[in-house]
């Protein structure tokens, strides 16, 4: 048997069936298997941009068809359309409260059954801390909201409308 280097290949005895490579011996990648691995990468990349592009150009349009703005809608007076959203498969009666409105519920409303509660109001630039009452029960943090704060031992959500840092 003949010696070799590590990361060669030892060449087989006369006479014998096998071959045996040396410790740390790579096996040779064929120009076959480079480009097919090339070529799942490129339709990988492709598939990927495609999926992308139909996503960022549908996902508008599913909004405007579900009702959500995408832009804020402004009135002459300064005042902006702010919408509010809640999931809430299960309930049966949604509201939204807070210092816009001297704390007073304001029905939100599922016309579509989804469950995604929604009513939108106009308001003038400010911050405005809010809730929502859930079948008589108060749920202070809003996932859309800019911040949830904790005042009397409730959580209450708040939303920043035009910039504004007071109401």
Not at 85 to 98: K, Q, R, Y
Not at 122 to 138: H, K, N, Q, S, T
Request: glycine share 12%.
């Amino acid at each position: 048997m003949r010696h070799a280097r590590a990361g060669t290949h030892i060449l087989p005895e006369r006479g014998s069936k096998r071959a045996r490579p040396a410790e740390g011996a790579t096996k040779r990648v064929g120009k076959r298997s480079t480009l097919l691995a090339f070529g799942v990468l490129g339709v990988a990349a492709v598939v990927g941009l495609l999926i992308g592009f139909v996503a960022a150009n549908q996902a508008p349009k599913e909004a405007i068809a579900r009702g959500i703005q995408l832009m804020p809608v402004r009135t002459e007076d300064g005042r902006q359309e702010v919408p509010f959203a809640l999931v809430a498969p299960n309930a049966t009666d949604v509201s939204v409260l807070g210092d816009f409105n001297l704390w007073e519920p304001t029905a939100l409303s599922d016309p579509d059954g989804d469950g995604v509660w929604r009513t939108s109001m106009f308001l003038p630039p400010g911050r405005y801390e809010y809730a929502f009452v859930i079948d008589g029960r108060w749920w202070g943090q809003d996932p859309l909201a800019d911040e949830c704060v904790r005042s009397f031992g409730e959580y209450s959500s708040v939303r920043y409308v035009g910039g504004g840092d007071g109401a």
